[in-house]
């Protein structure tokens, strides 16, 4: 199966789950996520602001920033279609661009490099067992990872797990995906 028909397939039965149960195992998730060593230890996490069927990211934030942590979010750079990560400190640092996405205002943040960020949380709509993922087909964070040394994970429900992708030279595997019943080591033969 081509990554577009399993986008558009695992997109399909996101949208199909209830908003109480989706907002139930979103909230299992982040409670694994804040509970594992990985976050605790991070200092500085890069994350995006999710938008509705994904997993939930806004808990995670205010959690990050309760535990007086560093949050930064990316700015899509269209033409190159590359990131420039930002340190955002309130929701009232963004601003809503295209395809209702949001992201920081220039003016009110500050870039952070790569090398600053400690965890990394990677989007993406289907997975691997072995962290390969397909992504919402921008190819922003493949380019992104290719110079990333930090810790790599992403945050999925239970059926955006486990499938066949196939996978290209340039992709870049998460190391850990959070999901609602566990944990998943990602491991690569």
Known sequence: MGKSLARKQI???LKGMG????AKKSSAICKRLLASELFLHARTIGITLSRYPEVDTRPIIEAAWN???????P???PATREMDFREITSFDCLETVYMD????????TKAVGREEIDLLIVPGV???DDGYRIGFGG???DRYLDCFTGERIALAFVCQTGKEIPVEPHDIPVNVIFTEEGIISCVRS
């Open 19 to 22: 908003q109480e149960e989706h």
């Open 67 to 73: 535990e007086g942590k560093h949050i930064v979010v």
């Open 101 to 108: 996405l949001k992201e920081p205002i220039v003016q009110q």
């Open 11 to 13: 997109i399909s039965i």
């Open 139 to 141: 190819g922003y964070y």
């Open 126 to 128: 289907v997975f691997s």
């Open 75 to 77: 700015r899509c750079l």
